[in-house]
C-alpha cells in the first residue's frame, strides 16, 4: 500500500522514485496523481511528499490533484536543447532531481518509447554523476511492492470497475438468450445471424455509456478461436448453437484507472457434453483454487495444485508439457490494479515463489483448450484477498455454462434497457 | 512513407529496427502490423522484410498481419530467467536479434516503461557486444522520418476518423441547438441545466457507437477553462448563452490506429462583441496559416507568421513574451497519424525548422486564451499536403462561432438520430 513506499524505499536503499510519461493510461503516474490526469513529472523523495511539475497551461488539472505542484518552464528547456527531443527531457529530469534535492539512487518508472528512455536516462545519468538511476533490476521494486496491496479506496474502486463489468456481461446474456435459433445458428427475430462483432460492439457501447474503458480491449471468441486463449475473436463469426463462446472483459476507470478482469465461458442453447464435462473441470480448479487462497501461501502451489488437478483428469498443462497447445496452457493468474496484468503472477516459475498478502487483488482464471476440436474454456474472477485472510470474489456472477433461449414474450424490462438510458434520458432532454 | 524505410535505414547506416511493447496503443508496432493486434517483437533489417516474433498463444493473431511471423518459446526464455522480469526480456531480444541476424547499429522504438527499458537495453548491450543499440539521439531516426509522410492508405485512414469526428461534432452541436435557454443558462426541455459531462458522456458514446477511441481524453470546457488550452473541462460545469465553448476531440482507430484532431469554438444563442472579435483573428490565422502551408516551407516559417498576425492586433505570444499565459499561448500545430502528436512540429524553435514535404498530414490550430476574461479561442483542423503541393483540409466542417438555438419543433430527422442507428439496428434485432 502507498503509505509503505517510504520504508520500501528506505529498504531498497533507495533516495527517490522518478515518474515520467504520459498523464493518462501510464499506472506509475495515476498511482500518485489519482484520477485527474496531468502531463508531467513526478518526484517522490524518501520521506517526502510528491512534488508534480507540469506545463504551466496544464497548472489548473495540476492543482486538482492536491499534490505540491511546480511549473516547468518547457519553452525555456527546449529553447537550450535546440530542438532535441532527448537533450530537451534530459535538461527537464536534471533539473527536477536538483530541484526536489534527489541525489543516490533514483528508481525510474512510467510509459516512454524504449529507445528514447534509454537514451535520455544514458545522457541524464553522465549528466548527474551522484545519481544512480534504476530501472527496475530484478522484477521487484518499491513501487510494485507498495502496488502489490490495496488500500480500501483502490478496492473500491476496483470493485466499482467490476459491478460494471458485471452489468455489461449480465447484459450481453440478455441479449444472447432472447435470440432464436434457426438450424445451429443464433439469429435475430429478422432471422440475421447474430454474430461476434455485433457482440463487440454492443459491449463497446455499453462500457462507454458506463464510463468506463477497454485499453486493451476484450475477446468474444466462437469454438475453435475460443481454443486459442488470446484469440479476441472474429467480427464476422456467426453463434452457433451448442458451441462454446468465450467472453473475456478488462476494463478499466476512465483514463487508465483500476481494472477488472472477468471471464465467463457459455453454450447458447444446449451445452454438448464433451463442453460439459470440460467446464465441470474448469469450475472445479476455480472453486479449488479459491479454497486454497490465504496470506502465507505461494501463488505458484496454487498454480501447481491446478496443475495437479488438470493431469489427474487426463490433460496436458504446461508443466507436463511445457509446449502444448492442448490442455491447461498458461497461468492461473495474476495481479490486478492499475495495471491488467501486475504481480503477483500465479507461476509454476521462480516468480510464483510471491507469498500471497492480506490486501491483493488478483484474477483467477483455470481454464482448457482444445483448438483443433473447436472448444475453450476459461472461468474468471477477480478476488480481494481480505484484510482478514479470506478470499472475496469482488462481484458475484453465475458460472452456468448453458444460457437457455429464452421463450418469446414481452421484451424484459430489465436487462438491455438498462444499457439504453443514457440515451432515453437524451431523447428526454430534447 | 513505409517503402522509403529501406533507404532511410541505410541512410542513417542503421542494420535493423527492433520495436519492443504492447500490441494495441504503440505507434512503432502497429506501423507494421497495421490493424492486427499482436503482443510480441518485430525486427526489420534493411533490405529484408519485418519478422514478428510472438507467443504460441497469439499465432492466430499474428498470422493475420500477413509478416513473417515466428514463435517464441517464452516459458523456456522464462525458466531460463529464472522469473527476472529484465533477464526475461534480454534473452527473448538477444534470441530474436540473432535469430534474424542483426548487428552493427540497431534502432529501437516502442512503448515501454523508461526504467524497465534502461535497464533491459543497458543489459542486452553488454551481452551482444557486437549490436550498437540506439535510442531517439536527435530527435531524427529512419522510424519517424518515414512517418512523416503519408501513403494513399494512411490519407484515408485519417480521413475516415476524420469523418467520423466530424459526425459527432454535427451531433453535439444539433444537441446543443436543440436545447432552450432560462436565462443565461442552457437547460433542457424539462428544465435541468445542460452541463460539461453531459456532453462528453454523449461524445464517448457516439464515439463507440462509430468504432474509434479517445484513448487521449478529449476537451470540452466552458469560459474560463477553455482559456486554459489544456484544461479538460469539468463534467459539472453549465454551459451558458454567449459564453464560449470548446470542444477539442482526437479521436483514433480501434486499438490504437490513426488518429484526427479537431476544435472548434462555439457561443451558444449569441456572441459577445469580445469573443467574436478575438475568434475572427484566430480564424483568420487560420485562413493565413493554410494560405501559406505549401512544399519546402518550413513549419517554422508559419508559427512565425502566425505570432506576426496575433502581435500585430495587440495580442502577446509566446515570442513576444515565452511565459505568457494570455493571448496566443502554444505552437500552431503538430503531424498527425499514429501519434496525435508527432513531428512536424510548427514552433518558433529549432525543431520548426521542419520543411514541408507532400504526404505530411498536420493539425492546424490556432488560438487566443484570456482565461481571467472566461475566454478561449481555438480553429483545428487536420490538413494534408497533397501530392501537388496544395493542402486539402481532410473533412471540411462550418467554423461559425455563434450557434443560434433552433427555434421548438419537431424533433429533427438526421442529427442525433443518426447517433442512435446502431442502438436501433440492436432494438430491431429483438
Known sequence: MKDELDDLLKKGDLDAVLIVGPASHNAPMVYFTGPVHVDGFLVKRQGGPPVLFCLPMEREEAARTGLDTRMLDWGGFNQTAGGDPVELEVLILQHILTETGASGNVAVFGRMDAGHAFSVLQKLG???????????SDGRSPLSEARITKGPTEVERIRRVGKITVEIVAAVVDFLTSQRAEGNRLVTRTGEPVTVGDVKRRIRLMAAERGVEMPEGLIFSVGRDAGVPHSSGQDGDPISIGVPVLLDIYPCEAGGGYFYDFTRTWCLGHAPDEAAELHGLVLEAHRRALAALRPGVTARSIQQQTCDWFESHGHPTTRSDPKTLNGYVHSLGHGVGLDVHEPPAFRDAAEGEEELRAGMVFAIEPG???????????????VWLRPDGKPEILVDYPTDLELPLRPRRAPRKVGMRAAHRPLQQAQRAR
Chains 1, 2 share one sequence.
Request: aromatic share 8%; proline share 8%; hydrophobic share 25%.
Open 126 to 136: 553522465q549528466r548527474m554523476p551522484k545519481v544512480q538511476l534504476q530501472g527496475r
Open 368 to 382: 482448457l483448450y482444445y483448438p483443433e476440436r473447436g472448444l475453450g474454456m476459461r472461468i474468471e474472477d477477480t
